[in-house]
């Protein structure tokens, strides 16, 4: 897109592939870049549990599409300070309020799984970006990773190991169908 004060560029790959490390260490070495995560815009648990998604989080429909879509097109429109919501892993709850993306800041570094999905709402994602990187690493190692991730989260390593095979995977499957639209491949590590 051309026009905006900002570029944004997607980082977007399958979880444990390290959007948010990449997104934040980018941001972190350039003082006018920031990091938008999307998984701020996870739905609350509450509302995952009235939906009967719960113990799907994580997958497309599980987000809020809508508010992710609202920020991005609002910090295409001008450099007007921009707020956005985070998310604690401790709880996994989104936060609202916690990501401020002031006048001055001329990258984002947006991140997530979806950004190149073409369902479910998510397909007006992609238009709102500037560039898409899909990130790919060794399918062991990611999978180990996440299980770690899990793990640190509180989950028992037998409950994060069936999180990653009956929740992550198949996301990541999905999610694989997007590379192919992305502006680049990145192998990562």
């Known amino acids: 897109m051309s026009g905006s004060p900002r570029r944004l ?4 790959g399958p979880p444990g592939v390290g959007k948010s490390t990449m997104a934040a260490r980018l941001a972190d070495e350039d003082p006018s870049a ?7 815009f996870h739905l609350p648990q509450s509302r995952l549990v009235e939906l009967g998604r719960r113990e799907r989080m994580g997958a497309p429909d599980t987000f809020d599409v809508a508010a992710f879509s609202a ?5 295409r429109a001008d450099d007007a300070p921009v707020t956005a919501p985070g998310f604690d892993r401790t709880v996994e709850e989104p936060v ?10 001329r990258t984002i570094y ?3 799984n979806y950004l190149l999905h ?3 709402g998510w397909q007006a994602i992609a238009p709102l970006l500037d560039e898409t990187w899909y ?3 060794d399918d062991e190692l990611r999978r180990e990773r996440l299980i770690a ?3 640190r989260s509180g989950k028992t390593p037998d409950a994060a190991a069936a999180w990653v095979r009956d929740v992550d995977e198949p996301n990541a499957r999905l999610i694989s169908r997007g590379a192919e639209r992305a502006t680049r491949r990145l192998a990562v590590d």
Not at 96 to 105: K, L, V
């Open 9 to 12: 560029i997607g980082l977007v």
């Open 34 to 40: 920031a990091a938008l995560p999307m998984d701020g």
């Open 71 to 75: 920020v991005l097109a609002a910090l």
């Open 96 to 105: 609202a309020g916690t990501i401020a993306i002031g006048r001055g800041i």
């Open 110 to 112: 947006v991140e997530g």
């Open 118 to 120: 073409d369902a479910d």
């Open 135 to 137: 990130l790919e690493l």
């Open 149 to 151: 991730r899990h793990v």
